[in-house]
Structure formats: structure tokens, C-alpha cells
């Protein structure tokens, strides 16, 4: 069995990352199962997958609020045209 903490941690990862098991598994090439099964500690995960993830995660944390964008100076914005 898998080290428990690391699929915790690794949990904790994909939901900060905002990914879903279907898409991390779309870009790491692997089934939907073997998601699960690092997910639940059923199988080792690799450390560079916890390592690539954890930057992933950091990346996705600070992306920016489009919301909060505004118009650049003497440009108007897309609302007032």
C-alpha cells in the first residue's frame, strides 16, 4: 500500500491545482483508475508527479481574477462600445 500522507498531500494538490482526475490523467497520459488509486493510496505515486504537481498547484493558486481587470488608459472597455 501507498504512503498514506503522500496521497493526502496529493489530494490536497489536485484540488489547489483546480483539476479534475479525468483531466490530470488527459495530461499525464495514464487512465482515469490509476488517478484514483494514487488518490486512495492504493498505488505508489511517482515523486515527480507530487513534484510537478505541487508547482502546478502554486502556479494555479496565483492566477489572476479576470474580473479584476480593468480597460488600459484611453482604451474603453468592451461595455461601453
Known amino acids: 500500500m501507498a504512503n498514506k500522507i503522500t496521497a493526502a498531500r496529493f489530494a490536497r494538490l489536485l484540488k489547489t491545482s483546480g483539476l479534475t482526475d479525468r483531466t490530470l490523467a488527459g495530461m499525464l497520459h495514464c487512465s482515469h483508475p490509476t488517478i484514483a488509486n494514487w488518490r486512495a493510496a492504493m498505488r505508489d505515486i511517482p515523486d515527480e508527479i507530487?513534484?510537478?504537481?505541487?508547482?502546478f498547484a502554486t502556479i494555479a493558486a496565483r492566477a489572476p481574477d479576470y474580473r479584476n481587470f480593468r480597460p488600459a488608459a484611453g482604451r474603453k472597455s468592451k461595455d461601453t462600445i
Do not use: Q, R
Open 50 to 55: 507530487i513534484d510537478w504537481l505541487a508547482e
